[in-house]
């Protein structure tokens, strides 16, 4: 017994653990396989963010067990509250605390064997990607109303500056030209260890040759200051000129309500002064719809805020209950027909706003990263399709932007 399936669900926190997973299982001398069928036993990397996201961890768990024969392992934030019914079909549970120790934990419960490197290498998965996440904190302190991940992950913990630089320079030296910076909560990178994001930034523009990019997860508007604006505009594309600001609502009455520590006047502020210092930068945000309480007036004040912030995409999310949180037992829960209703609404507002986007990048002169199929993402993550031949995968190029379609941008080869 030594072939290994790992399973993620969630946040890219939770991919980029994984990586950290198959890195270790390989040198453990394990085999990482690509396919459920080839495992002898299967790990899942779980989400419990919400119901939803639950029941889609339960559902596989069952399945797993159900249609194959295999040992079932679940760690993540679904393993700290897993229920009976779930664990009737599991053979280990690994806390979410415990959770790089999983391997060892598997090791003391199954007999395990262990193969030759030169065997393991010619079996290694998970390592055609051109983008690779980096993993820099866990936890979060902020106790949003609506959010159960505080008390699944705990306190911010941010890895060391060193620890960092030398895993940026591991997976530079594997290929990767693009790294994003992912954790529970990056803004508060560094409060634990007596550093800040933004010294890190510094330690890893000064470490980066040309031709790799950083690009930044999630940030809340207090986060963002002028300071870090001008880092990302100076730093010769070395960071992303994309920002994903999570705004969840325009409503201060709401904002207040989800135990955010910003204003909408924040959020139009930050967002205008990202855009009149970077050029191209782009702006995505996260929102929720349908939280307790909110009316019709506080969704129009969520609408203005997006389009005064001069937002260009948008995830959108109706509010669900979650056991555990502050909202769960907040009263005026809002019927699920007009969640539906605001979150279509915001869904085609999100189309408009990133065809919008994409318009305005004709004629413009790009970087592209190519991941697959003659296609890959700019600076600002816009989705670009190369149009020539011998276009390499992994390759940075700089393109100019001839047109668009259903599908992103169109762009041919500048030398």
Same mark, same amino acid.
């Given at each position: 017994?030594?072939?290994?399936?790992?399973?993620?669900?969630?946040?890219?926190?939770?991919?980029?653990?994984?990586?950290?997973?198959?890195?270790?299982?390989?040198?453990?001398?394990?085999?990482?396989?690509?396919?459920?069928?080839?495992?002898?036993?299967?790990?899942?990397?779980?989400?419990?963010?919400?119901?939803?996201?639950?029941?889609?961890?339960?559902?596989?768990?069952?399945?797993?067990?159900?249609?194959?024969?295999?040992?079932?392992?679940?760690?993540?934030?679904?393993?700290?509250?897993?229920?009976?019914?779930?664990?009737?079909?599991?053979?280990?549970?690994?806390?979410?605390?415990?959770?790089?120790?999983?391997?060892?934990?598997?090791?003391?419960y199954f007999d395990l064997e262990y193969c030759s490197s030169f065997e393991n290498m010619a079996r290694v998965s998970g390592y055609d990607k051109t983008r690779a996440f980096l993993k820099i904190q866990d936890g979060c302190d902020s106790f949003c109303s609506y959010c159960i991940?505080?008390?699944?992950?705990?306190?911010?913990?941010?890895?060391?500056?060193?620890?960092?630089?030398?895993?940026?320079?591991?997976?530079?030296?594997?290929?990767?030209?693009?790294?994003?910076?992912?954790?529970?909560?990056?803004?508060?990178?560094?409060?634990?260890?007596?550093?800040?994001?933004?010294?890190?930034?510094?330690?890893?523009?000064?470490?980066?040759?040309?031709?790799?990019?950083?690009?930044?997860?999630?940030?809340?508007v207090g986060e963002i200051d002028d300071e870090l604006i001008d880092m990302v505009k100076n730093s010769n594309g070395k960071i992303c000129n994309h920002f994903h600001i999570s705004l969840q609502s325009g409503s201060d009455k709401i904002l207040k309500a989800m135990n955010r520590?910003?204003?909408?006047?924040?959020?139009?502020?930050?967002?205008?002064?990202?855009?009149?210092? +970077?050029?191209?930068?782009?702006?995505?945000?996260?929102?929720?719809?349908?939280?307790?309480?909110?009316?019709?007036?506080?969704?129009?004040?969520? +609408?203005?805020?997006?389009?005064?912030? =001069?937002?260009?995409?948008?995830?959108?999310?109706?509010?669900?209950?979650?056991?555990?949180?502050?909202?769960?037992?907040?009263?005026?829960?809002?019927?699920?027909? +007009?969640?539906?209703?605001?979150?279509?609404?915001?869904?085609?507002?999100?189309?408009?706003?990133?065809?919008?986007?994409?318009?305005?990048?004709?004629?413009?002169?790009?970087?592209?990263?190519?991941?697959?199929?003659?296609?890959?993402?700019?600076?600002?993550?816009?989705?670009?399709? +190369?149009?020539?031949?011998?276009?390499?995968?992994?390759?940075?190029?700089?393109?100019?932007?001839?047109?668009?379609?259903?599908?992103?941008?169109? =762009?041919?080869?500048?030398?």
């Amino acid at each position: 017994m030594n072939r290994v399936y790992f399973h993620t669900f969630g946040c890219k926190v939770n991919i980029s653990e994984v990586e950290q997973l198959r890195d270790k299982a390989l040198k453990k001398g394990l085999l990482c396989v690509d396919r459920l069928d080839d495992a002898d036993i299967v790990i899942i990397n779980s989400c419990a963010v919400t119901q939803n996201a639950e029941k889609k961890c339960r559902d596989f768990i069952k399945k797993i067990k159900r249609n194959y024969d295999k040992k079932v392992v679940v760690t993540g934030c679904f393993a700290s509250v897993l229920d009976d019914e779930s664990k009737q079909y599991v053979d280990l549970v690994v806390e979410n605390a415990e959770k790089l120790q999983v391997l060892d934990k598997i090791s003391l419960y199954f007999d395990l064997e262990y193969c030759s490197s030169f065997e393991n290498m010619a079996r290694v998965s998970g390592y055609d990607k051109t983008r690779a996440f980096l993993k820099i904190q866990d936890g979060c302190d902020s106790f949003c109303s609506y959010c159960i991940i505080p008390y699944l992950r705990g306190k911010p913990k941010s890895k060391r500056v060193d620890e960092v630089l030398e895993e940026l320079d591991h997976l530079i030296s594997r290929g990767f030209k693009e790294i994003v910076l992912v954790g529970i909560h990056i803004g508060k990178y560094g409060q634990d260890i007596g550093v800040d994001l933004k010294y890190l930034l510094e330690r890893i523009i000064q470490r980066l040759s040309n031709g790799v990019r950083i690009r930044l997860s999630s940030l809340d508007v207090g986060e963002i200051d002028d300071e870090l604006i001008d880092m990302v505009k100076n730093s010769n594309g070395k960071i992303c000129n994309h920002f994903h600001i999570s705004l969840q609502s325009g409503s201060d009455k709401i904002l207040k309500a989800m135990n955010r520590n910003y204003c909408r006047e924040d959020f139009i502020k930050i967002c205008n002064r990202i855009k009149e210092n +970077i050029d191209d930068a782009r702006i995505g945000s996260d929102v929720i719809v349908g939280f307790p309480g909110e009316t019709d007036e506080d969704f129009e004040d969520t +609408i203005d805020a997006i389009v005064n912030g =001069g937002v260009d995409f948008l995830h959108v999310f109706s509010y669900s209950k979650r056991e555990g949180t502050k909202a769960y037992n907040m009263s005026n829960h809002i019927p699920k027909k +007009i969640k539906e209703q605001r979150a279509k609404r915001l869904r085609e507002m999100g189309r408009t706003l990133k065809e919008e986007a994409e318009r305005k990048m004709v004629g413009k002169i790009v970087s592209v990263l190519v991941e697959s199929g003659g296609g890959g993402h700019t600076s600002n993550y816009h989705y670009v399709i +190369i149009d020539g031949e011998n276009v390499k995968r992994n390759e940075l190029y700089k393109v100019e932007i001839m047109d668009r379609n259903k599908n992103g941008l169109v =762009g041919v080869i500048v030398e």
